[in-house]
T-cell receptor, first 113, second 111 residues
């Protein structure tokens, strides 16, 4: 069982470049999430989705866009990367929101220089 | 504003003792509260979920309490082992859709 898979695992971007982080889950979960984790800040919710074709803003959505065209995939885009977006990004999925456990990917370490 | 507060200082305990971690929250009325474990360089892993109408939940050496009056959850690891060393995260929500996480408490169990 793959669970939640994030691609890529590491990436270095130059300021102003764009990129897309891919999250794939094979558990048929409705809910999917993108978090970022910074030292001293904990996990902060960027965007989430409650089903295919839906997205919603979380706590820190600025500078990011997301899409959920297929139920199993949740894409996080950075249109113009900034050094403040240097972070570790985690994708997660769950069957029924906060009523069930969330499964996390292994993380993507992104550095913007 | 909404806050989820966990002990910021690392908790160091001796093997075999009980570790107790605290999660306090402000301006939340969560129906569910969850605890996760995170090891360095890895994603969080789910441990326990407790509902607002449950006072206590147990799983093997783990115990969670949930006091909605005090707005507090306590997480206990009994007979702790060095392998229990990790960061433990408390998570809850008002929305029902997505979890908000505390900053976590680092636990170090020494032999």
């Amino acid at each position: 069982n793959a669970g939640v898979t994030q691609t890529p695992k590491f990436r270095v971007l130059k300021t102003g470049q764009s990129m897309t982080l891919l999250c794939a889950q094979d558990m048929n979960h409705e809910y999917m999430y993108w978090y970022r984790q910074d030292p001293g800040m904990g996990l902060r919710l960027i965007h989430y989705s409650v089903g295919e074709g839906t997205t919603a803003k979380g706590e820190v959505p600025d500078g990011y866009n997301v899409s959920r065209l297929k139920k199993q995939n949740f894409l996080l885009g950075l249109e113009s990367a900034a050094p403040s977006q240097t972070s570790v990004y985690f994708c997660a999925s769950s069957h029924s929101g906060v009523e069930s456990e969330a499964f996390f990917g292994q993380g993507t370490r992104l550095t913007v220089v | 504003s909404q806050k989820i507060e966990q002990n910021s200082e690392a908790l160091n305990i001796q093997e075999g003792k009980t570790a107790t971690l605290t999660c306090n929250y402000t301006n939340y009325s969560p129906a569910y509260l969850q605890w996760y474990r995170q090891d360095p360089g890895r994603g969080p892993v789910f441990l326990l979920l407790i509902r607002e109408n449950e006072k206590e939940k147990r799983k093997e050496r783990l115990k969670v309490t949930f006091d909605t009056t005090l707005k507090q959850s306590l997480f206990h690891i009994t007979a702790s082992q060095p392998a229990d060393s990790a960061t433990y995260l408390c998570a809850l929500s008002n929305s029902g859709y997505a979890l908000n996480f505390g900053k976590g408490t680092s636990l170090l169990v020494t032999p």
